[in-house]
């Protein structure tokens, strides 16, 4: 049941994302070219989002002790801000400006051979294999050597 759950809100969420047009590098590149051809239509589909979740985030976190499908809450605990997530925030930002896609679009966009994603996907694949097979870069900032 969990798993189906899981597949139904990817499938949405998949949908959403091709309805609104993030799976759209074009659509994506012009929201975020404030000084040019700017497209404002993504805030308007980002403010939805958080307008329909937000309510119903609320409500579950405070009326139950656990989710409907898994034993607890995986909720982030760590407030601050470390330099292996900063760096992973300017990558992440970097090449959504450059390509146009972010991980979930890109993976909406893959069967209808988007413009890019041929190219953009296997190099996501291969960062995330990077990110997860190669030491931790910022250990030096973390243990104080470089401060």
């Known amino acids: 049941m969990k798993q189906f759950f899981a597949l139904l809100s990817g499938l949405i969420f998949g949908f959403g994302l091709i309805l609104s047009g993030m799976s759209n590098p074009a659509k994506v590149l012009n929201f975020l070219d404030v000084f ?35 034993t607890e809450f ?31 679009p890109a993976l909406t966009a893959l069967p209808i051979a988007a413009s890019g994603t041929l190219i953009f996907v296997p190099f996501m694949l291969a960062g995330m294999w990077l990110a997860r097979h190669t030491p931790d870069l910022t250990m030096p900032f973390r243990k104080g050597v470089l401060r």
């Not at 980002?46 to 656990?66: D, E, K, Q, V, Y």
């Not at 992973?88 to 991980?103: D, K």
């Open 36 to 70: 040019g051809t700017w497209d404002p239509s993504l805030a308007f589909v980002m403010g939805g989002a958080i307008a329909a979740t937000a309510p119903g985030f609320a409500w579950l976190t405070r009326s139950r002790s656990r989710p409907f499908f898994d």
């Open 74 to 104: 995986r909720l982030p605990n760590r407030t601050d801000l470390d330099p292996k997530l900063l760096t992973g925030a300017v990558l992440f930002g970097t090449g959504w400006g450059l390509g146009g896609f972010c991980p979930g």
